[in-house]
T-cell receptor, first 111, second 111 residues
Framework: EDQVTQSPEALRLQEGESSSLNCSYT??????LFWYRQDPGKGPEFLFT???AGEEKEKERLKATLTKKESFLHITAPKPEDSATYLC????????????FGKGTRLSVIA | NAGVTQTPKFRVLKTGQSMTLLCAQD?????MYWYRQDPGMGLRLIHY???????AKGEVPDGYNVSRLKKQNFLLGLESAAPSQTSVYFC??????????FGSGTRLTVV
């Protein structure tokens, strides 16, 4: 069965303290890996899609990378407004398979 | 564009009551999904649809029914609500292979 594991469950950073969030997956033949941001009381907001090992995408202070078994979301010099839960999801290659989500990493950035 | 709109935003039901959650999207997306989100459990797929008139079961379909009579609408029904269905429900839509656009959620409490 496909499985997505995110670590750590929660992360507390000082403003400016760079770090990385991890998403490991066991899906056979990845079609796509997706990163979302979710603020309290809101729906997840799409950040990135990665399709193949070695691919990288950046948006402001965030950079997502992908290997054959995991993805990292690197946060460089975070600010308090980066505080949110970050969700990872994977899609298997067969047809219209819906995304399978990890449980998320809750990030707090302290000024 | 409104994107994905969910109604209602909040609801309290008594055990055994029924209700319908409405999801509407204005992006002409083929695919629509219903997820529930519970603390420590992440997003779990209830039902999904790959086109008008089609529906399929997800990971946790028991106690729920869905209908997709029009391309832009996806309804989630609870025939006889149970306390275990207390959750936040998210609707999402997408084109094939693309990231999902989520609604803002419906917070349901069953007492």
């Amino acid at each position: 069965e496909d499985q997505v594991t995110q670590s750590p469950e929660a992360l507390r950073l000082q403003e400016g303290e760079s770090s990385s969030l991890n998403c490991s997956y066991t899906v056979s033949g990845l079609r796509g890996l997706f990163w979302y941001r979710q603020d309290p009381g809101k729906g997840p907001e799409f950040l990135f899609t990665l399709y193949s090992a070695g691919e990288e995408k950046e948006k402001e202070r965030l950079k997502a990378t992908l290997t054959k078994k995991e993805s990292f979301l690197h946060i460089t010099a975070p600010k308090p407004e980066d505080s949110a839960t970050y969700l990872c999801a994977v899609q298997a290659p067969s047809g219209n398979t819906p995304l399978v989500f990890g449980k998320g990493t809750r990030l707090s950035v302290i000024a | 564009n409104a994107g994905v709109t969910q109604t209602p935003k909040f609801r309290v039901l008594k055990t055994g009551q029924s209700m319908t959650l409405l999801c509407a999207q204005d992006m002409n997306h083929e695919y629509m999904y219903w997820y529930r989100q519970d603390p420590g459990m992440g997003l779990r797929l209830i039902h999904y649809s790959v086109g008008e008139g089609t529906t399929a079961k997800g990971e946790v379909p028991d106690g729920y029914n869905v209908s997709r009579l029009k391309k832009q609408n996806f309804l989630l029904g609870l025939e006889s609500a149970a306390p275990s269905q207390t959750s936040v429900y998210f609707c999402a839509s997408s084109r094939q292979g693309n990231g999902y656009t989520f609604g803002s959620g419906t917070r349901l409490t069953v007492v």
